[in-house]
């Protein structure tokens, strides 16, 4: 279920289907690093201004599911301008700064984006440059992002499927929501 705050920013409800907090796993694979399953906690959060925050953490996960050890975090700002383009600043803890510009599909919740710039600190590793595919599938969202360096060219290097992730304060809001004539044995809801 998508909810559109009321006081999301009016360009922002294109992205609405982002907010919340969100959790769940993935694989990473690129040449030079090490292949693993990720876990994954994002959150995209708004106070009202015309962007949403951004906020991703990664670690690696063993073979039964335990994390190992962080893998990647990054942070950024998205936004859209009022219409279907949406720009993305982040700024990754592996001393890259990107800016991403994309667009939102039609008629669906989904995102495709393209760095524009890359900004690198002298201990980084080369990167040249990605793109990132976001969606809102089925209450879940996926994304896979490719990578390219000097060396590597253009590959698919992450993808998760995440999970919303409920709040007791988000199932408090629901039961206000529900309404007064519910039926009291549940069963003649569903007929």
Same mark, same amino acid.
């Given at each position: ?5 009321? =006081?999301?920013?009016? *360009? ?14 993935? /694989? ?13 906690? /994002? ?15 990664? !670690?690696?996960?063993? *073979? *039964?599911?335990?994390? /190992? ?8 700002? !998205? ?6 383009? /949406? ?28 760095? =524009? ?25 996926? !994304? ?29 809001? !629901?039961?206000?929501?529900?309404? =007064? =004539? ?10």
């Amino acid at each position: 279920m998508i909810e559109i705050p009321s =006081d999301l920013h009016k *360009d922002l409800v294109p992205l609405a289907f982002l907010l919340g907090n969100w959790a769940g796993a993935g /694989v990473h694979d690129f040449p030079g690093s090490e292949k693993c399953n990720f876990g994954q906690e /994002v959150t995209f959060t708004h106070d009202g201004r015309d962007f949403l925050e951004y906020h991703s953490r990664t !670690w690696v996960l063993d *073979d *039964d599911g335990n994390k /190992v050890r962080p893998l990647e975090s990054e942070s950024g700002f !998205w936004r859209v301008d009022g219409g279907r383009k /949406v720009e993305v600043t982040m700024t990754r803890d592996d001393g890259v700064i990107e800016i991403w510009y994309g667009e939102l599909a039609a008629q669906k919740p989904q995102i495709d984006l393209v760095t =524009d710039a890359v900004a690198r600190t002298a201990a980084s590793a080369p990167y040249s440059g990605g793109k990132r595919l976001y969606g809102y599938v089925k209450s879940d969202l996926m !994304w896979v992002g490719e990578k390219q360096t000097p060396e590597v060219e253009l590959r698919p290097y992450m993808s998760a499927h995440l999970k919303k992730v409920v709040t007791p304060e988000d199932v408090e809001r !629901w039961a206000k929501a529900l309404p =007064d =004539d519910m039926p009291d044995d549940g069963i003649a809801f569903f007929k």
